[in-house]
């Protein structure tokens, strides 16, 4: 007997929701296979940055270790041999000398007798502070620190406070430099950090100090990038803008380096006037032709350290004496800077 066309109906739409059934659990086994590979990947990813970076550290580390066996191994074979002079000096020997520097100040080699008029303050006379030598492991802790320093600006952008190196995420960090140099002319390398790759307002020269007591790093100096280094201890750095009447002289600050503090102390700043530029200020007050004696077309302004006083300008006589007193014959140190890689932090020994 025929079965009922009813039933038959029935029958193949329960065969086909059956085979719909299959099909959709099929479909859900592959959903759930693909999504548990594409989490696998993603972990595996995390882990493989992770794990990039820790490799790295662990390389300067392993590095940092192995060098100071090594120079422990080597201070035993030279025991007693005296320190070489030319410790911390670019391999070239050369430390240039002169006083023009980076920040616009004029050359100083034309000197004129002072007039009253010219300021009789002075920096300070050279460092005579010699911090006593580190011992080998005292020497191999300092480097570990300074890494560690040079590690946190690479690969955080941080620097040793915590604070944000206010990176601008889009220029390479390589672009930095550091130098590992004695420029305060204590006896011990400083570890010298210029930040550049951020806003004009980031943008960081920082000098630390090693302090062996807390196995930390201090900070002597922080100004805008590009200080000029002398070895009377001081220092010598352009402001981050010049907007103002100086034209083309760069105003700058002078710092010089305390020992009692072991810091550098802010002790003069300079801008200038170009009588080109303007013959009033920004008051309407009228350029000082009296101080311009000689009618060089420009006025200086040498006010204390962290103030700003244009209340006592001088001629461009007076101002290349006071430059040459402070400077006293020094010479420019020249700071082996080098870029900010791994490979150079790793170096650092």
Excluded at 59 to 74: G, H, P, R, V
Excluded at 148 to 162: H, I
Excluded at 319 to 336: F, H, N, T
Aim: charged share 25%; proline share 6%; aromatic share 10%.
């Amino acid at each position: 007997m025929p079965f009922p066309a009813a039933f038959c109906v029935m029958k193949r739409r329960h065969s086909r929701l059956n085979l719909s059934n299959e099909k959709d659990g099929e479909r859900k086994m592959r959903r759930k296979a693909c999504g548990l590979l594409v989490l696998m990947l993603a972990v595996a990813s995390v882990t493989a940055c992770k794990t990039g970076r820790e490799t790295g550290e662990e390389n300067i580390a392993w590095e940092t270790k192995d060098s100071a066996d090594a120079q422990e191994k080597e201070a035993g074979e030279a025991e007693g041999a005296e320190d070489s002079p030319d410790a911390g000096v670019p391999e070239n020997g050369e430390i240039t000398g002169g006083a023009k520097t980076g920040s616009g100040a004029p050359d100083g080699s034309e000197t004129a007798e002072p007039t009253t008029g010219a300021p009789q303050t002075t920096a300070a006379p050279a460092p005579d502070h010699q911090n006593p030598p580190l011992s080998d492991a005292g020497q191999s802790a300092m480097m570990k620190k300074y890494q560690e320093v040079l590690s946190g600006v690479f690969y955080d952008q941080v620097y040793p406070d915590g604070s944000s190196c206010d990176y601008d995420n889009y220029s390479s960090i390589t672009i930095n430099q550091f130098a590992v140099y004695d420029v305060d002319g204590d006896g011990q390398d400083e570890l010298i950090i210029q930040f550049s790759t951020s806003s004009m307002a980031g943008m960081t020269e920082s000098v630390y100090r090693y302090n062996a007591a807390a196995d930390s790093v201090e900070l002597e100096l922080s100004e805008f990038p590009g200080a000029v280094y002398y070895d009377n201890g001081l220092a010598l750095v352009g402001w981050s803008h010049n907007q103002g009447l100086a034209g083309d002289f760069w105003p700058y600050n002078v710092y010089q380096y305390n020992p009692e503090t072991d810091e550098y102390e802010a002790v003069f700043s300079v801008d200038a006037w170009d009588r080109e530029l303007a013959d009033t200020d920004y008051d309407g007050n009228p350029y000082p032709a009296d101080v311009d004696v000689n009618n060089d077309g420009i006025i200086f302004y040498i006010m204390p350290g962290g103030s700003y006083d244009t209340d006592h300008p001088v001629s461009l006589r007076e101002y290349k004496s006071w430059y040459d007193s402070i400077l006293g014959g020094a010479s420019e140190l020249k700071v082996p800077f080098q870029d900010l890689t791994e490979d150079n932090i790793r170096g650092v020994q």
